[in-house]
């Protein structure tokens, strides 16, 4: 399993608590699966935090910063920009050949059929972005450790600039249309919005004259079943399908070794590939861009980060996320109702999140019906006078009722371990949601006080929606900055949003490990005060 480390990344060690949703992939070859869940980046930035008793803590990174250095901040600001370079087939094929871009609002309909000479215009097009364009990753600048939410790289907050490449069609593009085959996969879980990035992909690769276009059958295995063709894509079939959820290609976990899908691709003459998945996923998008770095292959690898948790490093969001918010009203609200309709009555509704808690947090604010809101990063009890079914049995007697959300993934410590992975080697969690359920009605029952428990799960009533306005937007824009991207020569990257703007980020620096709620972050904190709840510790 170690050997395909450095395949994957060589600045990623095994770590047994890091899980991720998605983990659309897992590698099978004569040594075994290769289960990126247990991958976490050994950091290098160092984050300072509000301690007890007001002191400044530091945890250290590897390497670690010499602040006694006076240049220290101009070379972590180098390392920093090292780091998030982003590949480009030059860096294999310095004699690549660069072309100007097919890419032109000005006019669609090329009237000469060579599009590597460009659509044709009486004056420059202004809408190309600059290959030095940056976007700032940072924009608050801490004065102290103890601020709320303080993320600091030295003990005193110095403010230290951090970019990251902007995303956009560039002038110069590496790949002539007519010679580009561009495949699309999409891996892992459904989530809202898989279509709508995978029309805008296809659109997009059309505008600058790509001719053909496939899907890759239900994720990676694709690759290798023989059962299961390609699928043309073109602007006509996928005109409407955003008007639907799930994805028209189907998703699945699992799949062939990296070899086996290079070799796969390079029988296809796939030369541009569009990568839609987690964490996981792209921990194999990344593995398959060095085998073809290895194998000198002018061939362009672009993520598409998809996850419902909300949990890829260093972007605002990601596709799906604004609609599971959306959807889970409906089951806060019905919660509510039947709560607040019956006689001591608690709802109880379970939400999405493996490892972090955005979508109970943010869905618990939006609903305002909330009482408790109970996620991974924040330990909490069950029993005991500073319990959870303690201020429940409170809530019952000053208001009648009580609404509580939880994240699929709290609470796993009160469960019994059943030491069980899925295909893509993902921890089978316990069900969280029946265990609060359950004890709430025995506690209720041991005391003599009558309750009226009601439990919703509607985890996959919303995986299946079609994506909402909000991420309809985002995954238009996701979608065209990824051909954008592969057509300026970038490889091993993916696309996000950072401070509103779309940028391109190194595929190893968003999967190191997953985005939590930080619990000193504002918004936990309002989330707190929208709930009015106490401290379960």
Known sequence: MDALLPVINPGLVHSPASTFRDHGFMFFGSIGPFKNSNLIRIPRIVKVKAAAHNQA?????????????????????????????????????????SYPSTFCLKMRTPIIPDFAERYPSDEEWHGYVNNNDRVLLKVIHYSSPTSAGAECIDPGCTWVEQ???????????????????????????????????????????????????????????????????EMPLSRKVVQNVHLSGGSLL??????????????????????????????????????????????????????????????????????????????AQRAINSAYIEAHSAYHGIGIVKLMGRSSGFIAMQASLASGQIDICLIPEVPFNLHGPHGVLSHLKYLLETKGSAVVCVAEGAGQDFLEKINATDASGNIILGDIGVHIQQETKRYFKGIGFPADVKYIDPTYMIRACRANASDGILCTVLGQNAVHGAFAGYSGITVGICNTHYVYFPIPEVIAQPKVVEPDSRMWHRCLTSTGQPDFV
């Open 163 to 229: 970019w990251v490449h902007r995303a956009g069609p560039r002038e110069k593009i590496y790949f002539k249309p007519e010679e580009v085959k561009a495949a699309i996969v999409t891996c892992g879980g459904l989530c809202p919005g898989l279509n709508d990035v995978i029309r805008q992909i296809v659109i997009t690769l059309e505008i600058y004259g790509v001719k053909k276009i496939v899907g890759i059958p239900f994720g990676y295995r694709g690759f290798s079943e023989e059962s299961l063709a």
């Open 250 to 327: 189907g998703v699945s976990r699992g799949g062939p070794s990296v070899s086996e899908i290079v070799d796969s691709m390079e029988e296809r003459e796939i030369n541009m590939l569009f990568v839609l998945g987690g964490n996981g996923t792209h921990a194999g998008a990344n593995a398959i861009h060095e085998e073809c770095k290895k194998r000198r292959l002018k061939v362009a690898i672009v993520g598409v980060p998809k996850t419902i948790d909300n949990d890829i490093l260093l972007m605002d969001k990601t596709f799906g996320f604004d609609t599971a918010v959306e959807e």
């Open 57 to 97: 803590s530091t945890a250290s990174s590897a390497p670690s910063i010499d602040f006694s250095d006076p240049d220290w901040k101009s070379k972590y600001q180098q390392d920093f920009e090292a780091r998030f370079n982003i590949p480009h087939i030059t860096d294999v094929l310095p004699d690549a050949i």
